[in-house]
Each structure stands twice: as structure tokens, then as C-alpha cells.
């Protein structure tokens, strides 16, 4: 069984940054796609980024150029650097896990999930 356990989130103004961690516990393989989701209120959850160890990252389109995600396989610990933020990155942020490389951002691909940081951007 993985747990997974975010860190990180807060308030922000609007153009600051934020870097949320995970800690992962359990058995991960080693080509497994850890990615971050995130979910506004009375939105669906949408994926952000995610990477694997084979070197593939994806990002959804509203976040490429100002967030970084990044993974330190030792530590078993996912990373999400978010820069120029906006209020409408306002969310509670999720990291999950798929156990096959990562193809794309879809929630029913992804079979471990945190409980959530909530990240709130002010204008």
C-alpha cells in the first residue's frame, strides 16, 4: 500500500511562488508516474504535471512555463515548484501515483492519492 502525504500549500499574492513536497511511503515502482492534480471548488479535478523515471514530464497547458515538477526517487519524494502564480491557481493540490509510466493527466489512470494542500493565490 502507498501513502502519500502533501506539504506546502498556503496563501499567496497573486505573481508569488509556492513549492509543494511529497512524501511517499510503500512500495513504488521505479517507473511509476507521480503527478500533482488540483481541484477548485465546484470544478472537477484536473491534472497539473506529472513525471516518471523514464524522463517523461507533462504539464497541462495552463501551468507549462511557470511550474516545475520534479522527483527525487531516493527520498521517494514528488516536488512542484509554482511560480507567477494566479488566483485562478487557487485549489486544494493532490499528488497520486499510476503504476505504469506516465502517458497522460487522467484521474482513473492514477490509483494513489494524498489527501491534499490547499494552495490559496490572492489578486
Known amino acids: 500500500q502507498v501513502q502519500l502525504v502533501e506539504s506546502g500549500g498556503g496563501s499567496v499574492q497573486a505573481g508569488g511562488s509556492l513549492r509543494l513536497s511529497c512524501r511517499a511511503s510503500?512500495?513504488?515502482?521505479?517507473?511509476?508516474?507521480m503527478g500533482w492534480f488540483r481541484q477548485a471548488p465546484g470544478k472537477e479535478r484536473e491534472g497539473v504535471a506529472g513525471?516518471?523515471?523514464?524522463?517523461?514530464?507533462i504539464y497541462a497547458d495552463s501551468v507549462k512555463g511557470r511550474f516545475t515538477i520534479s522527483r527525487d526517487s531516493g527520498k521517494n519524494t514528488l516536488y512542484l515548484q509554482m511560480n507567477s502564480l494566479t488566483p485562478e491557481d487557487t485549489a486544494m493540490y493532490y499528488c497520486?501515483?499510476?503504476?505504469?509510466?506516465?502517458?497522460?493527466?487522467?484521474?482513473?489512470?492514477?490509483?494513489?492519492w494524498g489527501q491534499g494542500t490547499q494552495v490559496t493565490v490572492s489578486s
Open positions: 497520486a501515483v499510476d503504476r505504469s509510466r506516465c502517458t497522460e493527466l487522467s484521474t482513473g489512470r492514477f490509483d494513489y
Open positions: 510503500g512500495y513504488i515502482y521505479s517507473g511509476s508516474c
Open positions: 513525471i516518471d523515471t523514464f524522463g517523461r514530464i
